[in-house]
């Protein structure tokens, strides 16, 4: 009767041993799970200081303007270097379709530039968008035609790139260049 209680009790410490020790295991896991979204979408929780990003793109707002999720935050992007027509006017809503397709189903990094601020006047972060693969989102919108190239108040990182690019896209009259409304 004894090695009976014995054998039970052994069987039952086991048993207990397991259940807690997969309990823990799936106590790690499933915070190892809710912390996976934020490591897939950001390198950061927020827009400043960093020099680069990985964020999830919620909505392309025009041609130079797109609204990303950082956290459980959205913010809007300027992107630097260009500026594209507004979707109201002459070649706006081709502008911000191009820039959908360059963006579409892509990992999208955002780069700062000291030179240029954090944000705009109006609130929105200015940034390069670039894909995981490396393309510069800024320089190719320029260079298709779907944006010009614009300086504000300083020159940036990348000026002569996207001054080269739109030298290409009205040589060739590409998008904003070759368009009846710019005639």
Do not use: H
Request: glycine share 8%.
């Amino acid at each position: 009767m004894k090695k009976l209680k014995r054998f039970k009790f052994k069987k039952l410490s086991y048993l207990l041993f397991y259940v807690f020790l997969v309990s823990g295991l799936g106590i790690v896991l499933n915070q190892s799970l809710k912390q996976l979204p934020g490591i897939l979408s950001s390198t950061s929780n927020d827009l400043s200081g960093n020099n680069e990003e990985r964020i999830i793109l919620s909505e392309v707002m025009d041609g130079d303007t797109i609204k990303v999720i950082i956290g459980n935050t959205r913010q809007n992007v300027r992107l630097i270097g260009l500026n594209a027509p507004e979707t109201k006017d002459c070649m706006g809503d081709w502008s911000r379709i191009e820039l959908e397709k360059l963006l579409e189903g892509q990992t999208i990094l955002l780069e700062n530039d000291s030179t240029q601020g954090d944000v705009d006047k109006y609130g929105r972060f200015l940034r390069y968008v670039r894909t995981a693969g490396g393309i510069n989102i800024n320089e190719k919108l320029i260079r298709i035609g779907a944006a010009k190239e614009y300086t504000y108040d300083k020159d940036y990182k990348y000026k002569e790139l996207f001054v080269d690019a739109q030298n290409t896209a009205k040589k060739d009259k590409l998008g904003v260049w070759g368009a009846p409304c710019n005639r």
